[in-house]
């Protein structure tokens, strides 16, 4: 189950500008479906809140810096280097 989804985060505190993003991240550190859904905002190009722990501005610079990947997906969920180099990105 998602961390988010626990019931100690009220719905909107994903979607928070500023500094209150730093916060809404933190829910996502140890979530165990991170990945997945980092890679669910990428794949459906999230406008807002925090997802996988990545606010909108740090996933339009990645979109933007990886304009040739087809399935987030793919890249994230997988074993390759790709999800090495990202994960310390994140």
């Avoid at 606010?55 to 390759?80: C, F, K, N, Y």
């Amino acid at each position: 189950m998602a961390s988010c989804g626990q019931g100690k985060q009220a719905p909107d505190a994903l979607f928070v500008e500023g500094a209150a993003q730093r916060e809404a991240r933190s829910v996502c550190q140890g979530c165990p479906v991170r990945l997945d859904c980092l890679a669910d905002a990428l794949d459906s190009r999230a406008d807002f809140g925090v997802w996988g722990g990545m606010t909108e501005r740090e996933r339009r610079a990645l979109l933007r810096r990886r304009p040739d990947v087809v399935s987030w997906r793919a890249e994230l969920v997988g074993t390759g280097p790709t999800l090495v180099a990202l994960a310390g990105a994140v």
